[in-house]
């Protein structure tokens, strides 16, 4: 039996620690992948704490339903390693794991919108995931071919990837009317903006507080840079352009949020995808007299999640930078990235 070692969350705000199991035998149509690469994003850090923030003092409590130790981790690839006796998959073959794994029996997930579900199996979120060398997988369909996208991108874009590509989708009426402004450049905000660059007629605007940020995302073909701290930033920002008809708000801040909807036009679409925490107000009347839309999207379809990779197998989408680190620099990635020391993603490399 293989020994699986894990990068485990073992109590809440507390530090990971290496654990070692034996490897689960699959089942059915499981699919045991033994992981070769998984990315870091930023839920896992409020996964890790045990809350997500909600304004204030206000917190949402995330520690129900999760057995410890529990691997946190979601955006995996891998390849095949062992098979259960209903499950036709090509052994040995690298793949990336689509996570979003729903229940199959509610209303979204028969409407395919397993990432929706109302009882979720998600990878490294309600189920073990990728900090570790192995993951069990509950069937080949979520498997998706990457070649020739090497593992940790293709495994990024399993989150991030598809969270903005989903967010992206959700405005492509609006980009016909000329740039839209995605706010936030951290992972899944730079993904954003390479994903915008392949999807959308316009280069996109960018914003974020962090100038080196700014300079990488100008360097990767953005229209327009602003920080959303200098107080006359907004102003400029709709001096150029009368308003951007769409918006993706990639940090969910107050502030991220009220630069968003301050930076739109009339009939103009925030999708917020962020969840670092704040609170958002607004007169109602605002909604009606600026035909206002405001929403919210988690992650991506399995079908799209086919569509983006199609898009970057096909040569389509800019690679975002990787940093590969080892599976035991798995709490010290979580600890970059929640002081923003990260430019793109960092990936473990188990």
Same mark, same amino acid.
């Given at each position: 039996m293989a020994r699986m070692i894990r990068q485990s969350l073992v109590a809440y705000a507390t530090p990971l620690c290496e654990t070692i199991v034996e490897a689960p035998?699959?089942?059915?149509?499981? $699919?045991? $992948?033994? +992981?070769?690469?998984? #990315? $870091?994003?930023?839920?896992? +850090?409020?996964l890790q704490d045990g @809350?997500? #923030?909600l304004g204030g003092e206000k917190k949402l409590d995330v520690t129900q339903g999760r057995t410890l130790p529990f691997t946190l981790g979601h955006e995996i690839a891998g390849t095949v390693e062992q098979a259960g006796p209903d499950a036709r998959v090509e052994m040995g073959k690298s793949y990336a794991v689509f996570p979003w794994i729903g229940c199959g029996q509610c209303a979204a997930c028969k409407a395919a919108e397993e990432n929706l579900c109302a009882a979720p199996r998600h990878l490294g979120v309600q189920v073990d995931g990728g900090f570790a060398t192995h993951v069990l997988v509950p069937h080949p369909r979520y498997l998706i071919e990457h070649d020739p996208l090497p593992a940790g991108l293709a495994g990024a874009y399993m989150c991030s990837g598809i969270t903005a590509f989903s967010a992206l989708k959700r405005l492509t009426d609006r980009a016909a009317r000329g740039p839209i402004l995605l706010v936030g450049l951290g992972g899944v905000g730079m993904m954003g903006l390479a994903l915008a660059r392949a999807m959308l007629a316009d280069a996109p605007i960018v914003a974020d507080i962090d100038g080196k940020k700014r300079e990488a =995302?100008? %360097? %990767? #073909?953005? %229209? =327009? =840079? @602003?920080?959303?701290a200098d107080p006359g930033a907004r102003k400029a920002l709709l001096k150029s352009t009368g308003g951007v008809a769409g918006a993706v708000d990639f940090v969910g801040s107050d502030g991220s949020l009220a630069f968003a909807t301050g930076a739109i036009a009339k009939g103009g679409k925030v999708v917020i995808t962020g969840l670092l925490g704040g609170s958002y107000q607004t007169a109602i009347a605002m909604f009606p007299l600026r035909a206002m839309t405001i929403e919210g999207t988690m992650t991506g379809t399995l079908a799209e999640a086919h569509e983006m990779m199609a898009l970057a197998r096909a040569g389509k989408v800019t690679p975002v930078p990787t940093q590969e680190r080892p599976l035991s620099a798995a709490q010290a990635s979580l600890d970059d990235l929640r002081n923003g020391r990260v430019i793109g993603r960092a990936v473990l490399t188990p």
């Open positions: 035998t699959p089942r059915g149509t499981e $699919v045991l $992948v033994r +992981i070769s690469r998984c #990315g $870091v994003c930023h839920s896992d +850090i409020h @809350y997500f #923030g =995302a100008l %360097a %990767a #073909g953005a %229209a =327009a =840079a @602003y920080d959303p």
